[in-house]
């Protein structure tokens, strides 16, 4: 019997032009998306799923709904150690970066606090916060309220509104920066909020039903806390923002009945989650390669979200895409699989009951478009008014 012949490596992918030097890392970091976008082009010419990008460490990014479902369910291959929230300090704790076999009962311990019966006792006390977040009179800008609302609402949800806001704004503004900011290390700042959580939670003391109560039952529940208010409020405030923009566009689909398809469009157009990050436990044979073992792999809801092959007009809003099912695998921004995003019910509930609250708006002028760093959003600002 002979062997199988060996495949060829990662060099027999097609990838965006690199420079001399610095390979992608100079356009990933100042342009990721064109980036992207170029390298699923190149992909789709030559009928790959697959293309090759160089961050420092050999990656690949795929682009198939099948790549997308073998990175999500093959949690052995596919590890988040070595993967990009490790170099981010707010995200590299807790369930974010645990691997199997510890990811999956820190997952199950977790899943109860964020699962639908929690999120529907936090509805009453989330409605009650956005009382305190009245829509400004006149112009204004709906990235900016959106930034202030879901701090707010988390701040009820968490903490029963009570971390101090001062602190909460210090803690998440760096994360909103171009990178490096995000990843530079902030012990000090650290150190304040973990000490607030503590604070907090001796306070509650097996007493309380928001967030930080449950949560402080957990070991290691206060840095989940931390963690997942990172994860949290950026991605959170983006999809919302772009959502009151779209609706401030395409006013006839504001009413409640229509904002579950709405915010289901505005995710798949703009994905704050934009790409997800692994790393290959060992050498993998796919598309007619060899991936070897240590490379990043990549998925991205993004590319997904948009790829013509899988949706019709897919630059297009068209919330009524959604009284059909979308193609499988092809629809990610929360991500999918064991570590779909933990967040998933808290997130929509909060945008859910900002949504129904907010009256007809109007877009007066703004700049939607999508800027990648930890999370996606609009570049800003959006300015708009109430209508009539
Ligand atoms: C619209 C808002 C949100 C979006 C678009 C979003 C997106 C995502 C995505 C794409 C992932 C998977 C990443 C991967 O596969 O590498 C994820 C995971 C996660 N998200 Fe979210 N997220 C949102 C809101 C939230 C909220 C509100 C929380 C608060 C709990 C949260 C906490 C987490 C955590 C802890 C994980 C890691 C889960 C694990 O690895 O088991 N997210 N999120």
Known sequence: MTAAPRLPGLGALPGPPARRGDGHLGEWARRPLPLLEEGARRAREEGRDLFRLRLGLPAVVGISPAWNRLLLTDLATFRSAGSFPRLVPYLAGGV????????????????????????????????????????PHGDFDALAWADRTVRTLLNAAYFSGEFPDPLLHAFLAPLRRPFPVPALPRPLLFGRVDAELRRLARRRGAQGDDLLAVLARLPGGLEEARVSLAAAHDTTTHALAYALWLLAQHPEWHAPEHHPAVLKETLRLFPPGWIGSRRLARDLDHGGVRLPRGALALYSPYLSGRDPGLWSAPEDFRPARWQAKPPAWAYLPFG????????LHLAQLLILVVLAAVPPLQAVRGDAAPVAAVTLGPRGPLIVRRRG
């Open 96 to 135: 974010v970066v645990l691997d199997a076999p510890e990811h999956r009962p820190r997952r199950q311990a977790l899943v109860p606090a964020f699962g639908p019966q929690a999120m529907h006792a936090l509805r009453a006390r989330t409605a009650a916060a956005l009382e305190g977040c009245p829509l």
């Open 336 to 343: 999918g699989g064991e570590r779909l995003c933990l967040g």
